[in-house]
């Protein structure tokens, strides 16, 4: 049985600048726990015993993070690049003191593999290599694999898909005998091309199919689709507490809720959850959309979790908490959606009024009006292209060390005092309800980098939604 693993996690990131400017790329968010905790959790689950880490940027960070993985269940090494190595250089480095076959996983490819079963094919072929490929159909994106019985006996870089010898390409995941990493020369070496090519023509590398998920995550936009996706293990055993978006994730924007998603609501209460609810609307809004049609306690956590009130139906409200922007910062705020509004000719299909709202914590702006036809609003900026646009002209106007950017619902902008966005909304109420992040279950819509559902991201696991219906189907699952 294999027991030791080697990341390879040593990349700069500079592909998802500027969220790798201050954080260490294998500690970005993915719903709830950094990218190479899936990954190091998924080995321990496994039987894997130890686990080397290659790190070369910021790697003190990644170790005070970790430390020696006991937490984690088995033991964390870190070996750290001097300077880039390439992935042939950094695994001869790492590697050098290792006498048995080894996992070598890629630090930024997250999977549901079982490494029991790649493993185990090692064992049956006896090759100095076992690769596990997954079946893509843009294989013109990546390096394809030919293969000859259960072996690789070419790669194919980039071919066009009608030329392409199989669907089947590199999912990052190998055996490794240490004897084959003697092809490589010392220094900084590529291990697919001084290595894994060589060894293709000897017919030296088995192949491990993966019919699971396979998300990469070396570049934004892979980054965003794997937030949006990658499902993880979740322990469902030890949530106590469900917190949810509201706008697109419990309801239509700016629509109550509806009656099947409120009876879920309540019957998860009775079977003992705690529920709370998030969003940048106003506590005025939220208490029409959600606790009107409630029959059971739950907190409505407004204006980004800025203000927390706690519901008793059908008459009880009780504010716990509250944070509110200084008239200046409101006036300021305002001010600068006032210029943005004018500079791209943004013209609310209700009112001004309705365009930029006061909600006392949090200003948020949404551009065709709040309340502007549901059908009109998802199709302004579905993929909030034009946000991301306004959000960089906003940050020439405001003090991005001063104010939180973040977009939220379909048309809307939220901003807020620099720290006070979902993850700290969340933080403080688990600190006011006395419950710790890993009982909680998160769902929300805008789970990616930009949206007003990533914050949440870094502290609790998340479940991605597509719409209410979505959430609704995952809700009943849990009762």
Known sequence: MIDTALILAGGFGTRLRPLTDTTPKPLLPMKGKPIIQHIIENCARQGVKQVFISTGYKPEVVMRHFGDGSKLGLKLRYCIEPRPLGTGGAVKEAAALLTKPFFLLWGDNLMDISLTALGQIHQQEQKAVTMTLTPRTDVENFGVAKLQDNHIIQFVEKPSRELAPSNLINAGAFVIEPRCLDLLP??????????????????????????????????????????????????????????????????????????????????????????????????????????????????????????????????????????????????????????????????????????????????????????????????????????????????????????????????????????????????????????????????????????????ASKIVDCLAVKNPEDTLAKLKELL
Request: aromatic fraction near 10%.
């Open 186 to 455: 010392e220094g900084v070496s590529s291990i697919e091309h001084d290595c894994f090519e060589k060894l293709a023509t000897q017919k030296e590398i088995a192949a491990y199919i993966h019919q699971g998920q396979w998300f990469p995550t070396d570049t934004m936009e892979k980054y965003s689709l794997a937030c949006q996706y990658f499902s993880p293990v979740i322990n469902f055993e030890k949530k106590k507490v469900i917190i949810a978006d509201v706008d697109g994730t419990i309801c239509e924007s700016c629509q109550k809720i509806r009656p099947e998603m409120a009876a879920a609501v309540n019957k998860l209460v009775k079977k003992g959850y705690r529920f709370a609810f998030i969003s940048g609307t106003k506590m005025e809004d939220l208490l029409q959309m959600i606790s009107s049609h409630l029959n059971a306690e739950h907190h409505l956590l407004a204006s980004t979790g800025t203000k927390c009130c706690k519901v008793l139906p059908p008459t009880t409200r009780q504010i716990c908490y509250n944070r509110s922007l200084t008239p200046e910062q409101r006036q300021e705020i305002i001010a600068a959606f006032e210029i943005l509004a004018e500079t791209f000719n943004i013209i609310p299909a209700t009112s001004k009024e309705d365009q930029i709202q006061d909600r006392d914590s949090q200003i948020t702006f949404s551009a065709i009006g709040r309340k502007a036809p549901i059908a009109l609003k998802e199709t302004y900026d579905p993929t909030g292209e034009k946000r991301r646009t306004w959000v960089a002209f906003l940050k020439e106007k405001l003090d991005p060390e001063k104010y939180e950017f973040n977009i939220g619902g379909t048309t809307s902008i939220d901003i807020t005092e620099k720290g006070l966005d979902k993850e700290e909304g969340i933080r403080e109420f688990l600190k006011y309800s006395h419950f710790a992040p890993e009982e909680v279950l998160y769902f929300g819509d805008k789970l990616y980098p930009g949206g007003n559902d990533y914050p």
